[in-house]
């Protein structure tokens, strides 16, 4: 018996434990239907992945991306006695689903929505919304922080293709730059979907501008680099998240920059995830490890015991996309967009190169 009692004792005070106890539900919101259901599968992937590895246990719920999501969401999340709630690809669903979810205590993590207005509402009315996601205003910081670290003593240009969010991107950088003491030597909006663009490459030729930030999506990005190069003007473009779309006919210029979000299957925080998923026939792409590390952090915040929002609000937390930490506007503290280079037909990492 006296043998037997410190292994029973010792047994007691581990299962005790906030960061033993398993047992968690995790409710996974995400399309099951329709063009959106090969993204709702990678969410539902990489979170049950990381739920299992923990003990814990995921509860699916489909989302609708409509106006029938309605408050049904909500219910079957609090009828699931959920402990939080991952996913949200959609705005519908998340901002009907949040009072009903504050009023239980019951955190939810977008991984794609992005809307700034629904965020200010959450932090008004102390809803315990987070957000994975890039915010609204991250791809501008990142584009001005870049430009004023490398482009300080270089003439540049900003140009656009008219479009809402290209010119609304262009203008924010134009005018946080400006604050700052830097005015871009050319400022244009361009015709975009042209098969070349030889006119506006030398345009920006007369205006000494080396560097150009284009706010312009992948195809007319190719162009620009294209015609710049049989010009032999020597012009470094950058870009912003609309380079990472697929251009299967127009090759792109090696060196051409973008801030966008990795590959983070590629990255050494994600390696190891994603070869254990690679064996269980899983491919790490897209919202897979995002939905992993929602997982996990929420887990290591439970772990932490009291009330979850607050821990997840007051902690960093170790995932498969890197340190996962978030400020008092509940966004990631830090900026999860990256400079990105064109090398040998991807974009990867500009520091790795």
Same mark, same amino acid.
């Given at each position: 018996?006296?043998?037997? =009692?410190?292994c029973?004792?010792?047994a ?5 434990s /906030?960061?033993a106890?398993?047992g ?5 919101i995400?399309?099951k ?8 599968q990678?969410v ?5 992945f990381a739920?299992? %590895?923990?003990?814990?246990?995921v ?11 309605g ?8 009828a ?12 519908e669903? =998340?901002?009907?689903?949040?009072? *009903? ?6 955190? %939810?993590i977008?991984?794609s929505?992005?809307s ?5 509402d959450? =932090?008004?009315?102390? !809803?315990?919304?987070f ?6 205003? %991250?791809?501008?910081?990142?584009a001005?922080?870049?430009i004023?670290?490398h !482009?300080?003593?270089? /003439?540049?240009a900003?140009?656009d ?6 010119r ?22 361009? &015709? ?5 663009q ?11 501008a080396? &560097?150009?930030f284009?706010g ?5 990005a190719a162009?620009?680099? &294209?015609d710049a190069k ?5 012009? %470094? ?6 380079? +990472?779309?697929a251009?299967?006919?127009? /090759? +792109? ?7 966008a979000?990795?590959?983070?299957q590629?990255?050494p ?7 254990? +998923?690679?064996?269980?026939g899983?491919v790490a792409?897209?919202?897979v ?7 996990t *952090?929420?887990a290591?915040?439970?772990?932490k015991?009291?009330? =979850? ?24 503290s830090?900026?999860p967009y990256?400079l990105?280079v !064109? ?5 990867v ?5």
């Open positions: 018996m006296k043998t037997a =009692l410190p029973l004792l010792g007691l005070v581990l299962a005790a /906030p960061a106890a398993a968690l539900t995790f409710a996974v995400a399309p239907d329709g063009p959106l259901a090969i993204l709702g990678q539902r992937d990489g979170a049950r739920a299992e %590895a923990n003990g814990d246990t509860v699916e719920i489909a989302e609708a991306c409509d106006e029938t999501d408050e049904s969401i909500a219910k079957e999340i609090l699931a006695d959920a402990t939080a709630a991952v996913g949200f690809l959609c705005t669903g =998340l901002a009907s689903a949040l009072p *009903a979810l504050a009023e239980a205590k019951v955190p %939810a977008t991984l929505v992005r700034g207005i629904l965020m200010e959450a =932090l008004k009315r102390k !809803w315990p919304l957000r994975l996601a890039p915010g609204p205003k %991250a791809e501008a910081d990142k001005v922080e870049i004023t670290r !482009w300080k003593s270089e /003439p540049f900003l140009i293709d008219g479009t809402i969010h290209a609304e991107l262009v203008e924010a950088v134009r005018l946080r730059l400006e604050d700052v003491g830097m005015k871009a030597a050319f400022v244009d909006t361009f &015709r975009p979907a042209q098969e070349q030889l006119s506006l490459v030398r345009r920006l030729a007369k205006t000494g080396t &560097r150009v284009v312009g999506d992948r195809t007319d162009i620009i680099a &294209r049989a010009e032999k003007l020597p012009l %470094a473009l950058l870009g912003g998240e609309a380079l +990472m779309g251009d299967p006919l127009v /090759p +792109m210029t090696d060196g051409v920059e973008a801030i979000l990795p590959d983070y590629a990255l925080e994600g390696e190891a995830t994603a070869a254990a +998923m690679k064996e269980k899983i792409e897209g919202y490890l995002p939905a992993h590390a929602a997982v *952090a929420l290591a915040a439970a772990a015991g009291g009330d =979850l929002a607050e821990a997840l609000a007051g902690g960093s937390f170790a995932t498969s996309i890197g340190p996962v930490a978030f400020g008092a506007d509940h966004e990631r830090e900026n990256r990105l !064109w090398r040998a037909g991807a974009f990492p500009a520091e790795s190169q």
